[in-house]
Each structure stands twice: as C-alpha cells, then as structure tokens.
C-alpha cells in the first residue's frame, strides 16, 4: 500500500472553463498511456477558470512528462505537482455499510470518532459521510469493512496548495533541473 | 459592417494573408465556398480531401507559413485526418477549416455528421468548434497563432452550417490572447553557460540536427556555430538541407538507415548536441544502447520533449535559432574567459576525433552495387535526377525505400528543398506534397520521388496540377512491390512474401500520366535514364510522370534492425564489411 503510495502524486491545474477540457484531458492520459487514479474538477470562484485535482501514477511515466504533456494543452493555464507537505488534501466518501441492532451504536461509535456523521439509516443498514484525509478515509473505510459494506463512492482527492507556497505556483515549464 | 459567417471567415483568412486554399466542398461547407469567389485567395480544387491536406504540408514546408485546406463535414473531414495527423508529427503548420452540420443537428447523427473535433483532439494542437459567427474572427486569429507559434503544428475550426450563414456585424479580431497557450522563446543563460562548459570540455562531440532546426528557419545561425566549433553535423530525415551535405562536416543521415559515419560518429561520441531533433525511435535504435557514453545536450522549443526519451544533462528549451545563437555568442565569451595567454579554444580541439571520422567515411561510404549493366538501380536514378538540376530544386518524397534512397543520395546543399513524411510515414504523401510545394514556390523545379505503391495511393492529384497549371515531376522508382514491406519480409520473414507484389505493369503508368493530362515516360534501361530526365527538365508547362523500372531486388543499406542497438548496422547485403 505504502509503495502504492509513493506512486501517486498529485497534479493541480487551473484551465479555462470551456467545453470539452475534460475529453481533453483525459485523452492526453489515454493516448500517451498514462494513469488516473482519481481526478475530480469543479469550476472556481473565477466561472471562467476550473481546478483539476489529479493523482497520477508515475509508474506509467516520469511525472515531469506528464505536467509538460499537460501543460501543452492550450486549455490548461497554470499546473504543477503539489508535494503532500505543501499540500491540502481532502476526500469525500458515503458510504452504506450493513447494521442491524447489534453492530449499530459500535459503527456510529467509529464514525464519529473519525470525524463522520450519518447521513441516513435503515432497518439492516447506516449510510456515512466523512469529510477528511485520504489517510482518514483509508481508516474508516477500514474499520466499517468488518461490518460488510453495500456500497462506496469515494470523490478523489481534492487539494489546494498551502497559502504561503502559492506565491511561488509555477507553470513549470521551466522547472526542468530536477529529473528524479 | 454586416455579414455572413461565411463572409466573416473568408474575410479573416484574408487577413491572416492567406493566398491559398486547397479544398474541395460539399454541404455542410457550401455557404463558405461562395464568397469565396469574389475573393482574392486562391482557391485549389484537390480530388480528394486527403490530397488537399498533404498540399497544404507541402505549401507549409517550403513557405515556413501554414498551409491552409478547407472541406466539407463528415466525410471530407475523416479524409483530412491522414494529413493532420502527419502534420502533428512533422510539426508542420496547418489550419484546416471543416464545415459541420447546423449546431440544431449536432448530435442527432445527421446527414454527413461526425465529431472531427473529437476525432482530431489528439492529432491537433488544438481546435475548435464555432458555435456563434461573432467569433469565427477571433478563433481563425488565433488556430492561426497556435499553429505557427511555439513547435508548429496544426489546428482545425470546425464551423456549422448555420453559423456560416448567420448574419453578423463583422469585426477585425483582438489581438490574441489566450491565457493557456505558453512556449519559451529564451534559453536560459544559466542552461546556455552549462552547455558551452560542455562543448568546450567535449572530446568528440556531434550536432545532431533535427527538424526543429528548419522551422525556426536557424540554417544560417547552424552554419556559424559549426564554423565556430569545428563539430561534425548530422542532419536526421527531417532536417536534410538544414547543413549542406557539401560541407566535410556534413556527416549525413543517422538513424535505421543512416549512413555508417553518421551513425557510428553518435554512438560513439561523448558529446551529443541535439538541436530541435526528438531521440526519434528510428534515430536512436535501441534507446539504452544509443550513445551510451555521451552526455547530452539537448535544445527544443517543446518542454514535453525534454527527457521524453533522453534524459539530458542540459536543457535548453527556446527557439531553435535563438538557442544555436547564444551558444555561439556564449562560446566566445566562455572560451575567451577560459583560454590561457596564446591559447585558442575555439575551434574545438579535436583533430584526433575528426581524423577517426574521417577514417570511416572512406571505409564505409554510402555505396550500391554499379556491376550489373542491364538493370536500373533506385540509387542511380535518384543520383542522376540530384546531378540534373539547379540549385534549389525542390525535392518530395513518398515513404518507403525510395525515401530512404533519396534521403541518402540526393545531394541536399539547401534548406527548406526536402519535404517528406518523417513521423508518421503516410505513403502517397509524395504527389500532393509535391504539387503544395510548386504552389508556394513556383520559382523552383518540383521533384518527387516516389515509389509504385504511393504513387497508387494519391496519384489522381496529378489531375488537380493539370488543372490547375501546377507542373511538378514525379520520378516513380517502380519496382513492382511494397518495396520496404517486401525487405522485411526477406531479412526478417525468411523471404516469406505476404501481400506485396505489385506488379510492373498495373496499372500502365504512361497511359495513367497521359489520362491525367500529363506526359508520361517508361525507362526500362540504364541507358535511358539520363536522356529521360533531360526531357522532363525541359518540360515545364505539364507535370511529367517517368515509370522507371528499378531493379526488384535492391534493399536499403545500411540497415539497423528495428529495435537492436545501433552498434548492430548492417553496412551492407554482405553484412558489416560490405
């Protein structure tokens, strides 16, 4: 998992709002071979700007190929890889996991410990949501699997870079001294 | 001012000083075709649409300016994919404006609908759909800018029916801007400062000059920097011309069919200097294998190329001629600031390496078999043709072994005078290259070399060049067969023959010329072959086709089998020693 882990870096890019950017994007992705793991984009407090957040696997490719590649796209004004230190993560999951009498109050016990809250029940079953860390909801999702999960979506990581480093947010087109 | 759409585009083609269409209409593009003719761009009426896309490369190639073509939806847009694509590889500038149905049937699978945007996304730099005629002069403005701009390439504008025929108060465009749209014109003085440490450290150093060399028009820039430096050229398929084979640093082709010196010289360096050139597969072989000990240079306008394939000790990313200028001035300051009292560095000091080249160039010349008197050799045609002309003549060629060959022994002392299919090897390129070629340079002869199965593929353009008064020549090395398919077969399918005869006479080549209102010549011996040619340079009122009936057997040498390392080339049918 940890290896996995190392994989993934996360790529945050403005682009211009305008219709067919995602098909754009991930066409890029498709036709040089590389991997999504997660990709979620919303537009921004600009309408006519949206962020993509992207975790990429390097394993398909070195992650400057994949910014400089990205970066061409005519549609895509700024990106850059956020380092995790730099960086603020969140995910969103639901998630409906089987509860009778017995297992109820244990499973709302977890959620809330994490940080969750319910967001509906049933008879044989609770749905949740929690709001935080890819690492927290990695935990959650967990702890809850014992109890037998019915269903999940998991958002994608979102991410923004840490306000004192977004003075130096680069287009990283000429970030090339470092190739590791 | 109140106008169409179709007034508008033709309007803005105009005023990005467009001179040349070439195209072919049909319905969904009919509204832009009849202010066309009150314009004064003219217009070029291909046979096919793939016909008028290769045109507009080959316009685009020798002109530096971006080719245009204009087609219909659906079925003229599909047509056009070919040439895009090719355009994307060859980084050649081109806008092609497609028509597309009424933006109230997009979607519904109309009559001549297709989704060519989405279809070209990934073999564009960009394009773009017009949904409103008040932008059409906005958006021709800026596929302009995009295309010729940073590495070039093509864009297409894909304009609905009714967006052609809306009525719109016309407006000259903005100027462009487009926030996401960013290339680096200057290398980095810390970058250029590095790389001239390097050279002037470099043992055995080589130019390994690629295509980018030619688009940023930097011939002339390259010329001084070797002067400068005293380091031998290589010049890939796509920057033949771009140093003149004349010159004794000129090592010529590297690469799958490079000549020994070329190759030989890269693999062996300790110093590469790529200069708009992209570590291409067929250049490099077997990646882990190639220059295995030399450190790396390497200049390109496009960041995405830099450690694709190599990783680079230096990067220096910035127009091609604006790079290869600030090594040269760079050069002088670094060697002036290094020198000793009465010591010269530059030229570089590097006899012995020059000496060892040279070595390799007398052992291992580019050579073919002159024994057999009775057939014609691909080889001699094409160096019979290269001797026969002036200077400049414009050389196309199609894909295949007569590419090879052509690439190899015409004699390339010009730049901008090759034009070919390099990344994407689209055979029947040579014909419609060709005929774009003479339209943006009436001035030069226009030959191609082509072989018999391209010249099938595309050969109905000729009567575009009849019609349109475009004489080119076209030199068909008719050697019966899918030549090069035909040499892989017999080195590496135990001359197990699948699918690749072709035959001499089918069709009749003369009767084809003629029925397509050009001249039409056969030669089926030696002898023939300089007389022949002399006929076809004195004719320049029709385009000439010539069936030159080569020798069925030759292959192209030197040869490094795909995917082996380049210390693996086959000098010749006899292996190394040849």
């Known amino acids: 998992m940890s290896e996995l882990k190392n994989r993934h870096h996360i790529i945050t890019a403005l682009v211009e709002n305008k219709a067919g950017v995602l098909a754009r994007i991930a066409g890029l992705f498709a036709r040089r071979g590389f991997n999504i793991y997660s990709l979620a984009v919303a537009p921004t407090h600009d309408p006519d700007i949206s962020r993509f957040t992207i975790v990429v696997d390097v394993e398909s490719a070195p992650l400057h190929q994949i910014v400089s590649q990205l970066d061409k796209l005519i549609n895509v004004v700024e990106i850059k890889e956020l380092d995790p230190t730099e960086a603020l993560e969140r995910e969103l999951l639901l998630t409906t996991v089987n509860a009778d009498s017995r297992s109820r109050s244990e499973i709302i016990q977890i959620v809330s410990a994490l940080g969750g809250s319910i967001v509906d029940a049933g008879i044989s079953h609770i749905t949740v949501e929690l709001a935080g860390t890819p690492d927290t909801i990695d935990t959650l999702e967990e702890l809850l699997r014992s109890f037998g999960i019915v269903a999940t979506q998991r958002t994608g990581r979102v991410a923004l870079p840490k306000l004192r480093t977004e003075n130096s947010f680069e287009t990283g087109s000429r970030n090339f001294k470092v190739f590791n | 001012m109140e106008l169409t759409g179709a007034q508008a585009l033709i309007k803005s083609l105009e005023h990005q000083g467009v001179e040349v269409i070439f195209g072919l209409p049909g319905g969904a593009?009919?509204?832009?075709?009849?202010?066309?003719?009150?314009?004064t761009i003219r217009h070029i009426l291909v046979r096919h649409e793939q016909g008028a896309g290769h045109m507009a490369e080959g316009y685009a190639n020798v002109t530096g300016r971006a080719g245009v073509a204009m087609v219909t939806s659906g079925p003229g847009a599909t047509n056009i994919v070919t040439p895009l694509a090719n355009a994307m590889m060859d980084s050649t500038p081109l806008v092609v404006v497609t028509g597309q149905v009424p933006t109230t049937s997009i979607g519904t699978d109309a009559f001549q609908e297709c989704d060519i945007t989405g279809i070209t996304m990934g073999i564009t730099k960009h394009n773009w759909l017009v949904k409103d005629a008040n932008d059409i002069s906005n958006t021709i403005a800026e596929a302009f800018y995009v295309a010729t701009h940073g590495r070039p390439g093509p864009v297409l504008v894909d304009i609905p029916k009714d967006v052609s025929n809306d009525l719109i108060d016309y407006a000259e465009p903005d100027d462009v801007s487009l926030p996401g749209f960013k290339y680096i014109s200057e290398p980095d003085p810390e970058a250029v400062r590095q790389a001239c440490k390097l050279i002037l450290e470099a043992k055995r150093p080589v130019f390994y000059v690629g295509g980018g060399v030619l688009k940023s028009r930097a011939s002339e820039a390259l010329k001084i920097l070797v002067e400068q430096t005293g380091i031998p050229v290589v010049t890939t398929l796509m920057a033949r011309g771009a140093f003149p084979d004349d010159n004794p640093l000129c090592l010529g082709m590297p690469g799958m069919h490079g000549n020994y010196t070329a190759?030989?010289?890269i693999q062996q360096s300790d110093l590469l200097i790529a200069l708009g050139s992209r570590f291409d597969d067929r250049v490099t072989g077997k990646v882990s294998e190639f220059a295995k000990h030399a450190k790396v240079i390497h200049a390109d306008i496009d960041a995405a190329e830099i450690g694709k394939v190599r990783v680079p000790d230096v990067a220096l990313i910035g127009e091609c001629r604006r790079s290869i200028e600030e090594l040269t001035r760079g050069l002088t300051e670094s060697a002036s600031q290094l020198s000793k009292p009465n010591e010269n560095l530059l030229p570089l000091d590097i006899g012995d390496w020059i000496n060892q080249i040279n070595s390799w160039k007398e052992t291992y010349p580019l050579s073919y078999d002159k024994s057999e008197s009775d057939t014609i050799k691909p080889q001699y045609v094409i160096e019979s043709i290269s001797n026969l002309q002036e200077e400049g003549t414009i050389v196309v060629s199609g894909v295949g072994q007569h590419q090879m060959w052509a690439s190899q022994y015409w004699k390339f002392n010009n730049p901008y005078s090759w034009v070919n299919s390099g990344g994407l090897g689209t055979m029947g390129f040579a014909v419609p290259a060709a005929i774009g070629a003479k339209v943006g340079r009436p001035d030069k002869a226009v030959w191609a070399i082509d072989g018999d199965g391209?010249?099938?593929?595309?050969?109905?353009?000729?009567?575009?060049?009849?019609?349109e008064n475009i004489p080119v020549k076209i030199a068909i090395?008719?050697?019966?067969?899918?030549?090069?398919?035909?040499?892989w077969q017999q080195m590496f399918y135990e001359e197990r023959y699948s699918e690749v005869y072709l035959s001499p006479d089918l069709p009749d080549y003369v009767k084809w010329a003629e029925a397509m209102g050009c001249v039409g010549f056969r030669v089926d011996t030696p002898e023939e072959v300089i007389p022949t040619i002399e006929k076809a340079n004195e004719i320049n009122d029709k385009s000439v086709v010539i069936d030159f009936r080569t020798d069925i057997t030759e292959k192209v040498f030197p040869m490094v089998p795909a995917g082996k390392s380049n210390d693996e080339i086959i000098v010749g049918p006899f292996g190394k020693k040849s």
């Not at chain 2, 593009?29 to 314009?39: A, C, H, K």
């Not at chain 2, 391209?454 to 019609?467: D, G, H, N, R």
């Not at chain 2, 008719?478 to 035909?486: E, H, I, T």
């Open chain 2, 454 to 467: 391209c010249f099938q593929m595309t050969a109905q353009e000729l009567i575009t060049s009849s019609a």
């Open chain 2, 29 to 39: 593009i009919l509204p832009v075709y009849d202010p066309l003719l009150e314009s």
């Open chain 2, 263 to 265: 190759v030989t010289a």
């Open chain 2, 477 to 487: 090395l008719n050697n019966a067969y899918l030549g090069m398919v035909r040499q």
